[in-house]
């Protein structure tokens, strides 16, 4: 049976001996064949023979024709005798041959002499087989753009330029995007075209002159398309032109995984003549670039890849164990891989017109890294010498960026003064070709296509641009300085200026500035005015560390060289543009004095300028300009001493709150309350706006700026903005307030606080929409108040004016009294009710305090923990490991205790602290808030229902806190005074009933909680597991442990109580000691019953976290011990000190040696 190969590669033969295998039948090793030299005038079947056979074999998985000059062409209609001749003599394999001394190999023609060397070793031992398709497990190489590599930027770049021309109509010829319509684009015909006769040869060379007259003898100026060509033309969107290239490139895919590699190149040939249309639709052309250039990425890499898989295969086709490295060189790819290489080289050398081919070879340069090693310079340099032969100066120009883009990745990374040189000389051609094309053809050029200059221009400005670009990263001083000097004497172009100044950057002209000063003004005008370079100048000189000094030629020259330039500026626009560039620029590099001739030029220039001159853009460039007013301002303090407060930016600041886009408003915002000062104006660090006076225009101003970032909120804003708005205001707040207490006098103090409270009002009214400023201003303004209540400590000042600080306290009360209820959020509604209760109640006003803690206690009757969970969030705390630490609830509550239910017991702990020093105002009842606030918690407030555990715990620490509460009522005197506040221990002391009513609360609330604790055994919420019952048992110890050290202190004495008392107190004081001597050993008993059964548990029913758990109980239940004990021993020894009598000592003794006694085993 006859067996064809799927694929067969031509070999690489040696230096002196050359082997090429024709058609045969079946594949054979070649040391089987014969070599046999030329007879005399016979040509090498090499040259054309097996590239005519290859153009029959589409099928086939690579090309097996091998051409190395195109000149052989021409040479066709004499081999084709010849070739025919060979091809009929009968047999199918005469084919091995040997070259003369002087015969041109073209498989040696691109490969270093290191491969030819290589391939006379090894061309004895290869053997020619078939080679298989990508293996699944494989990854080849990619030939792609790498991040951070210039052809990376620019594939992020394109989206924006295709974005730029998405509204635009494409003209294209009909056939022009066919993908079935591919023409035949090598430099060879089919076999069959040599063996007509040499008549057709000539009539087809007697049309072609022909149509080549008729076109030399048309009118030139006539350039209107004929009849033939309107029909031929067609209209399409944008999209329909990026889906038809999409198809092209989609079917160019398709043809390469089903092996027909030529007519995928044929495809990539077609989309490259693409871009030798400039007539049609010249001003789409960057847009078709963009598309072309992406059909040809993908080309070259699908080739890329397939060289890759070769090299990473042996003889055989199975893929070697370590598949080729990501840094491979030349010498190591084998000889299937390096043939494969150059067959493709070779017929890209035969493409019949110039620019695909040299579109469809850039799009291959990476493959030649399998074929030589270090010779990329040389190869770019040869691609870029055979552009110049393009005549069309943009087509040029985009290959020429074709060119750098894809040399980058190969030069850039490894050599990339290399690719400067490369990239700079593709410039000086473009800058030489396109003067020349001014001078000559441009004029003509634009009126046959009805275009204006600027709009010409603007179709190379990104070629341009990304040329430069390609250049800058390996540029020295003197290239830059070589390609100005060939701009200065071929383009001239500001559009060309733009981008050599924006790209290399300011450190190659900022030790001579005025030297740029001359170029903008002898630039010729383009779509880039001149206004526009000063500002781009001085924006890149403000980006360097330094530029000239004061020298001739130096910055200050600079300076003031080019604003007698802008100054004269009639378009406000462009005078704004350049404005808030150099006071960019001064910000970097100059004094405040600078700064300040510059925003009184601008003052003026704003002055005279018409209200229909003064547009959105303007306005705009006027933020900016405070945008960098106000970051000097933060860099030196010169600047925000002179300039925050002078007349000229306070008249800009009002010139920008007439009109301004939201965007802007936001910037110039957070340019204020931003950041912090480099060399602070106060101890702050922080920019502090003046609220009164001639300087307080800024903050007005910001608060109109503030309104406007705020009214721009609505029903649609995304929580994101939300949040920067919330951000943005509240930062300008806090900033809000200058004067400070060492150095400004109290009537100056006094008015400051004034005027910041009416701030303060008018932001509450402003910024309604915004909840977390209603609590932000509500904080402020308690802050405010304690910061007043502070001053009247001091006794600042006359009783008339502690007087009115008084009132500006209570007015700060009433500010809190009537914003704290429009909160929406409870759980932070009742924060800051219980924060303002207790200002009030420290500022001494006591009906504002009483007012609140009533307004407080209904909150928490009111108060649903649900909706607090919801609020704030699923942010549960569930169980740790972490038991080390005693809080308000201790360890086992809180670890088991939802996030909600643990902030409202801190704030009732709050509140219970407020009501410790609050005077009852109600004769009839001195306990009205503690009752109240017990029904609201204990009785009317609904828990969250997380466990009833913890529900427990929540009651149990509630009542600890009342316990609390009334053990501190039953002294003499509370500890600490708060000043001008009678409280509780004033008005009633020494009232019977009172302390009598006082003792029964704290008897009927302890025995409440030793019921609650022991109540908590039958919790386990209906799961029996012995975890669960440990961690029952554990809060019941804990709590208990908490209850015994909250109630041993009460049992002392206070030592200031009269001896002379009566027998009725002092029995009664006694009686309630021996009570308490029995209540704690009782505890203690309790606790060291559940710690031992907690201790004694089984391992195998406790978990490490419950071990952890069991631990730290066990060590809080022996340092309470000790404790307790210790303390009733001092007690003991004190009984003289405090009367105790006989049975009292008894007890107290008995006590302590129980304790020694419920040590832990």
Known sequence: MTMMAPEREPLVATQTIKWRVGERQVPRSRHELVARGLMSKETHPLALAATFSALNQPESDDFKAVVVDTSLSSLASSLGDSFSRRKSGGGVSPELVVLQDGDVDPLGALGSSDSIMRSKSESVHSKTTAMSDVQGNEKPIKATAMPNTIKFKWKEHTDRLLAKYADHTFKIKASMLEVNDLENELSFAPKSDYQKADDQAEVSVIKKTRARLEQLERDPDNNSPSPEQDEKTIEISQSQYVAKVKEMQKRLIASWEQNHKVEAL?????????????????????????LVSEVLDAFGKLVFDRIHTRASEDENGQPHSEPLGEHFMSSDINIQATETCRNWFYKTACIRELLPRIYIEIALLGCYRFLCDGEYPQIVARLSNMIKGVGEPMVALYARLYLALTSSELLGTTSPTEQTIVVNSSLFDYFYVFNWFRQN?????????KMEYEDYLALHSPAVEWLVKCAAPGATQDTFDTLLAHYQEYSFSSMVLKHLCECFGAKFYASTPTEMLELIRTASPSLVSKCHLYSLVAVQLSNVSSIADNEPGGKLQFLNDSWSSITSQEDITQYMECAAAYMKLIVAHFLHREALILLKDVVRHLNAATPEELTAKTYNLLGALIENVVFGAKQHYDFFSKLIPSTSFLALMGMFKRESSVDVAKKVLRAFVGGRLKKSSDRSGTLRLHVL????????????????????????????????????????????????????????????????LMLYTDCRRAFYKLEPIKMLLSSMVLRLAMHVHKRIGASVGSKKRTHARRNFIQSCLAFAHITIPSIEAPLEKLQLMVAAANVALVTNCIPQMDALVK??????????????????????????????????????????????????????AQLMSVLVYAPSLNDEDAFYFVSALRKAVLERMKWTPISRLEIGVVRVRVLLMLVQLYALWGQRSLPGRLDGVDSNDVLYGGDGPFTHEVQTRFSSTVEEVA????????????????????????????????????????????GSFPIEEAASRQGRRHKKLRSGV?????????????????????????????????????????????????????????????????????????????????ALA
């Open 266 to 290: 044929r495809i990539a040939i077609k989309c490259v003549k693409l871009l030798a249309d400039t007539d049609t639709a010249p001003q789409l052309y960057p847009c078709v670039f963009v």
């Open 441 to 449: 053809k441009l004029e003509r050029w634009l009126f046959s296509h």
């Open 693 to 756: 006076g001639p300087k307080a225009a800024v903050a007005h101003t910001l608060l109109v700026v503030c309104c406007r970032v705020h009214d721009a909120l609505d029903s649609l804003s995304t929580a994101s903005e939300r949040a920067e708005a919330n951000r943005d205001i509240s930062a300008f707040i806090t900033r809000l307030g200058y004067i400070n207490e060492t150095t400004g006098s109290d009537r100056a103090q006094d008015e400051e606080q004034e005027a910041l």
């Open 855 to 908: 307004a407080a206690i209904v909150l928490l009757a009111d108060l649903d923990p649900n909706t607090i969970r919801v609020f704030e969030g699923d942010s549960i705390l569930h169980a740790s490991n972490s038991f080390g630490a005693v809080g308000l609830f201790g360890a086992v509550g809180v670890n088991r205790m939802s996030n909600g239910n643990g902030q409202i017991l801190q704030i009732i």
């Open 1011 to 1054: 019921r609650e604790i022991e109540a908590l055994g039958e919790l386990n919420d209906g799961n029996d597991r012995a975890e669960n019952t440990q961690r029952v048992v554990a809060a019941q110890i804990e709590l208990m442990l908490d209850f015994v050290n909250l109630v041993v202190p009460v049992l002392e004495y206070d």
């Open 1078 to 1158: 029995a209540l704690v050993r009782k505890c203690m008993a309790y606790s060291h019953e559940k710690a031992q059964s907690l201790k004694q548990a089984k391992p195998m029913e406790t978990s490490t976290s419950q071990v952890q758990m069991t631990t730290w109980i066990c060590r809080y239940f022996d340092s309470m011990r000790v404790y307790v004990a210790v303390f009733m021993q001092g007690m003991s020894k004190r009984s003289a000190g405090l009367r105790l009598d006989a049975s009292s000592q008894q007890a107290v003794q008995g006590l302590a040696e129980a304790l020694n006694n419920l």
